[in-house]
């Protein structure tokens, strides 16, 4: 690409208005950013919720975030971020709940199989510490890079590294039958 | 590198087929409302959190409904939980009063009003912290605007009477009340590098006294803040079972040493945690192990977070910062 090329490219980006970057982000990344929460969350009907109200907080930054990167990193915070809270709002729930488990998962017609690997794999991201906890998500799930964790989750890249490595070895702990069995 | 690609697999494959409802209609139904924000505070504050309980409870229960169209009998007001924004209120050290980072419930403004505030809410200063140890320096409808300038966030204030400094504020409070609003709205809105302050669309040179010419940056975290911030539990949190508490601190070797005093003031529990750094001249995060409270009988009781004493009787004792917690 010629540099004239590359310049034309800049100014030719899409000026999408809030709504368009709505739809064209929400195609995009809805399942993923779900997927993600839910790994953080457990339970799916939390994090749809969690992941809609990341999608309502970025149509109404619209203004400042202006570029699609720009646009999903700040989903990815987001949604970090109130999964996250959701969690506190259903500790303080739960006292309620007796022994209401999160409902594990919907998928009625899901192979049973693969339904209770979901939930063994959900327990233990669960039982890890917060911060692992999220910096294995996203780097596992989304495949972010260092520099890119630490952006979503506002701490320094060596602190994602050691987040990684202390949460990777209780991962690996926590699901060596898995891990040994039949992969 | 193996063993972690097979981690990565199993980890990533666990939701990867996974088929979330489809929202896009519920979310366009909440953005065509215009100002999401507006929506939000006109539904009121106390009524939405107990609302964004029941929603949350429901699907504890496992009974939400999980339909590809939006559900009509829900309106999006019962599931959206209150929006939190971040604040910087003042509290007492041993080295006088510093700023704390709270997380609090945005205030419900006038939605006329909440259309002036764009980006930065510095209306959360006017509000009464939940944490009785925390205080604001700014009175009531100090606040009327605020919008984004380049990298600058300009802050619209009310009164041109708080150019001057009150006779009951002392020239370090006034100080702080200023780092409060930079602190406050840098936090809020991260491509913010300074805070601007104006009435009636003309810059203020000063407030409280204190010289505003300039754009201003605010001081270094370590000057300003107080060195031990608890960021969780919230002031009275119903903690029952097990809870992580989380917080930012700077203390030495990074460490940070947490207690739970009954009502008596007896320790019932202690334990410490590490920060992920400290020295430099900002706060670092902390997160403890997970804290069993299940043996602890019903009631309340604090939650101290505390730096470690290197004071050896001289000089400053360490930055503290406490919650009050309801254990269930």
Do not use: C
Request: no cysteine.
């Amino acid at each position: 690409m010629t540099h004239a090329e590359t310049g034309a490219a800049v100014t030719d980006l899409p000026r999408w208005s809030a709504d368009a970057a709505l739809d064209e982000l929400y195609a995009a990344h809805w399942r993923r950013l779900v997927r993600l929460s839910v790994l953080l969350v457990r339970d799916v009907g939390t994090a749809e919720e969690v992941v809609q109200d990341a999608f309502v907080a970025m149509h109404g930054r619209w203004s400042r975030l202006r570029e699609p990167d720009l646009a999903l990193a700040y989903l990815r915070q987001t949604v970090v971020n109130r999964s996250r809270s959701a969690l506190r709002h259903r500790a303080v729930v739960a006292r309620h709940a007796a022994d209401a488990q999160p409902a594990a998962l919907p998928g009625a017609d899901e192979p049973a199989l693969r339904a209770d690997r979901r939930e063994v794999v959900l327990d233990a991201m669960r039982a890890l510490p917060q911060r692992q906890r999220e910096v294995l998500a996203l780097r596992y799930y989304l495949d972010l890079s260092e520099a890119e964790i630490a952006d979503a989750m506002a701490i320094s890249r060596g602190a994602v590294k050691s987040h990684a490595s202390r949460g990777a070895a209780a991962l690996r702990t926590l699901l060596a039958d898995q891990l040994t069995g039949d992969l | 590198m193996n063993h972690d690609d097979t981690l990565a697999r199993l980890v990533a494959g666990s939701v990867a087929d996974l088929e979330p409802a489809e929202r896009l209609d519920e979310i366009r139904a909440r953005t065509q409302r215009t100002g999401v924000r507006r929506g939000w505070y006109a539904a009121g504050g106390i009524a939405l959190a107990t609302a964004a309980a029941v929603a949350v409870f429901a699907v504890l229960a496992g009974d939400e409904p999980r339909t590809t169209a939006p559900d009509p009998a829900r309106s999006p007001s019962q599931v959206i939980p209150p929006p939190e924004t971040t604040a910087f209120f003042v509290g007492d050290t041993p080295r006088g009063p510093r700023l704390f980072r709270d997380v609090v419930a945005l205030p419900i403004p006038d939605p006329r009003k909440a259309e002036r505030f764009q980006g930065a809410s510095p209306l959360v200063l006017e509000t009464t912290p939940a944490d009785p140890d925390y205080r604001t320096l700014w009175p009531t409808d100090a606040f009327a605007g605020s919008s984004l300038d380049g990298d600058v966030i300009e802050i619209e204030l009310a009164d041109p009477a708080l150019r001057e400094r009150p006779g009951t504020m002392t020239e370090h409070e006034a100080e702080l009340a200023v780092d409060q609003v930079i602190q406050t709205v840098r936090w809020q809105v991260e491509s913010a590098r300074a805070v601007r302050f104006s009435y009636d669309g003309n810059p203020m040179d000063q407030v409280f006294g204190v010289p505003t010419n300039e754009p201003l940056v605010g001081a270094h975290d370590t000057e300003v803040r107080s060195l031990m911030s608890i960021e969780y539990p919230s002031e009275e949190e119903i903690v029952s079972g097990a809870f992580v508490a989380t917080g930012e601190n700077n203390g030495t070797e990074a460490t940070m040493n947490w207690r739970i005093e009954d009502a008596t003031g007896a320790v019932v529990l202690d334990g410490f945690a590490t920060a992920e750094g400290w020295g430099e001249d900002r706060l670092f995060p902390w997160e403890t192990d997970p804290i069993d409270v299940s043996e602890l009988a019903p009631g309340s009781y604090t939650f101290v977070a505390t730096n470690p004493d290197v004071s050896d009787g001289e000089g400053f004792p360490p930055d503290t910062d406490t919650r009050t917690i309801i254990v269930e």
